[in-house]
């Protein structure tokens, strides 16, 4: 991609970027109308964790993905071969592909990027090499898990995959917002004309690297995760992969394509204000930027999907900043964390495709798991169960360990004469 395109060249008018094509791994649901489904219905992915020993621990539970077959959605590469992640990815993105009506042949003629998102990259499959070389000595090590390890795998996979080569690949690490950040990557690649369409998003498996870590800072919840509720706990670590298809909306239109949501704009900002605490103005400002690049206005925004991870810290640091900028009566503003656990990397992704299927199909996802809201977050977070509602406009947080903060504005597709 070292030419310009005629798209970026002085004068030129960015161009409108839509959402066609979505791929979900979780543990509410493989797919996306299975995650649709789930959503609407409130459908926790809590359980005890299995994926690796939890042993020594008071609690484990966690929101792993059950009923994942890899040599289902791989079939150019050997399942054997990718890691966890990358198998989680490889699929979404796979299904993302297939939901947009789009052969890879088609994606091939193409110039794209593959930006995904993660905060561990294979750390699942590090554990297993740590296991490996305390159990057996360094000498024995698996070469193949070895070769696993590294988070550019989540990207490139794809690329492998699908057989595409006039692609860039990339994988972003910037923790619990990076599947929000990679979105924002794939976003600007379209509308700036350097890409003709993006599969971008977020992956990450469950591990007990970062299992531990959230452990040991008193932020794992004993059963559920309990966004919001003034008896909330903490996390659940999650797993599993969003990845979404976008293209510029003059070819969705000249191929028919079904539009589940127009990209609008979104922010960025790294406040490093602390290793693990929020920055509410930071926080604030950020929304700022997403809905200054969108042009919208904050009255406008008729849902928020919040980072919402049940730590105390960070949902009352949230609220506070979405009353900042929205006032008393911020939309409804709802967690899907509650369902889906912390999927770090992948979190904002999945929370993203929540967003565009609530565009589609108009009802709010619930925040599940509640019981009494905390009265330092004043919000509506739509308890337990799922509402209708006409939706035109939604707001997509996403916040991360340093003070990495992305959030994503995203609209009902509407064309030039209504809109």
């Excluded at 091939?108 to 499959?125: F, N």
């Excluded at 889906?340 to 904002?348: C, I, P, R, V």
Aim: net charge negative; with cysteine.
């Amino acid at each position: 991609m070292s030419t310009v395109p005629l798209d970026m060249m002085p004068g030129a008018s960015p161009r409108r970027v839509v959402l066609t094509g979505m791929g979900v791994v979780s543990s509410i649901g493989i797919g996306v109308s299975e995650f649709a489904a789930s959503l609407r219905a409130g459908r926790s992915g809590a359980g005890p964790i299995s994926q690796f020993d939890t042993a020594g621990f008071a609690h484990a539970n966690g929101c792993e993905v059950t009923g994942f077959e890899p040599e289902r959605w791989v079939s150019h590469l050997d399942p054997e071969d990718l890691g966890r992640a990358s198998q989680f990815s490889v699929a979404a993105a796979r299904m993302a592909v297939a939901d947009a009506g789009l052969t890879t042949r088609a994606l091939a003629a193409e110039r794209g990027l593959i930006c995904i998102g993660t905060t561990d990259g294979e750390s699942h499959d590090l554990d297993r090499l740590v296991e490996m070389e305390l159990r057996d000595g360094p000498e024995n090590m698996s070469a193949t898990v070895a070769g696993r390890v590294s988070p550019i795998r989540l990207s490139t996979t794809i690329a492998q995959e699908l057989g595409l080569t006039d692609v860039e690949t990339s994988s972003i690490a910037t923790a619990c917002a990076a599947g929000n950040y990679a979105i924002g990557s794939g976003f600007d690649a379209v509308r700036s004309g350097e890409a003709d369409f993006a599969l971008c998003g977020g992956a990450d498996a469950i591990c007990r690297k970062t299992f531990t870590g959230f452990y040991r800072l008193g932020t794992i919840a004993p059963d559920v995760c309990r966004p919001f509720d003034k008896d909330r706990k903490g996390i659940l670590t999650g797993e599993g992969a969003g990845v979404l298809v976008l293209e510029p909306l003059e070819s969705a239109l000249a191929r028919g394509a079904r539009i589940y949501a127009e990209v609008l704009g979104y922010g960025l900002n790294c406040d490093a204000y602390h290793q693990v605490a929020p920055h509410q103005e930071s926080v604030t400002r950020c929304m700022e930027l997403a809905l200054k690049d969108a042009g919208v206005d904050p009255r406008d925004v008729d849902m928020i999907s919040a980072h919402g991870t049940g730590t105390k810290a960070n949902d009352v640091t949230e609220t506070r900043a979405i009353r900042d900028l929205f006032g008393d009566n911020p939309p409804p503003t709802v967690s899907m964390k509650s369902m889906l656990g912390h999927t770090m990397g992948a979190a904002s992704a999945l929370a993203a495709i929540g967003c565009a299927l609530a565009l589609t199909h108009g009802f709010i996802p619930p925040t599940i798991n509640h019981v009494t809201t905390d009265p330092e977050c004043q919000i509506d977070c739509v308890p337990n169960e799922a509402v209708e509602a006409g939706l035109r406009i939604v707001q997509n947080n996403g916040m991360a360990f340093g003070g990495n903060n992305a959030v994503l504005i995203l609209g009902a597709y509407e064309d030039e004469v209504n809109s």
